[in-house]
């Protein structure tokens, strides 16, 4: 039984540095490949590369619902009306819209107050409806994320969990509208995978599962919290 054991960690100690090996190339390859389609992208969307617009834009009719209003129980006094180049609490300007969903809307965002010593940082601000159980799980949503974002930074699984950077209220024309604010990333898993006919390299994924393992980690043994909606449009 002794020579067995010593056999299997012989074999371990073979195979181990291998298969790491393995997936530091896949992972390696799969960044690279990436930030080749970056920089394709950006170059199409120079403006040396932007064609001029033939015709003028169409407005939309107002009695056709796109975005949000096709959600189900959608009422518009319930989100605050956003302006692209609006000013949120006096220091982020909005950019852009992200996402949607019935209870809350997602911009990218210009944080403004940084110092001339720091870089642009853009970021994703989520702002909440304010019927009350939107109100009610926002707070608790901002509660949770404060909780995540203070516990231990020092765990291996913290850079891969999405951490609060600010939070704050707004006041809207028809009520309190909860505002979170969190580092802007790519995309959701599931437009990722689509970039790859809808599945990636055996390698690539198992280094992806190691970041996902990381962070379900530190949620459940540092922070206590359990993460009960795991899908590829929760994973950015």
Known sequence: MATTTASLARVRKVKLPSVLKHIYLAVRNLIQSLRSRTVNLCRRLSPKATPTLQTEPSTLPA???IEEETMKGYNPKHLLPVRYGQSINERYTVISKLGYGGR??????????????????YVALKICGNAYASTEDAEHETNVCRHVTATNPKHEGYPYVRTLLDSFAVIGPDGKHMCLVFEAMRQPTSEFLDEFGGTVPVAA?????IFWLRALDYLHTECHVIHTDIKEDNVI
Request: aromatic letters at 8%; proline letters at 0%.
């Open 63 to 65: 009695d056709v619902a």
């Open 104 to 121: 809350s809307t997602v911009w990218l965002a210009h944080d403004t107050l940084r110092g001339q010593w720091q870089s642009n940082r």
């Open 205 to 209: 994924l198992k280094g992806m599962l």
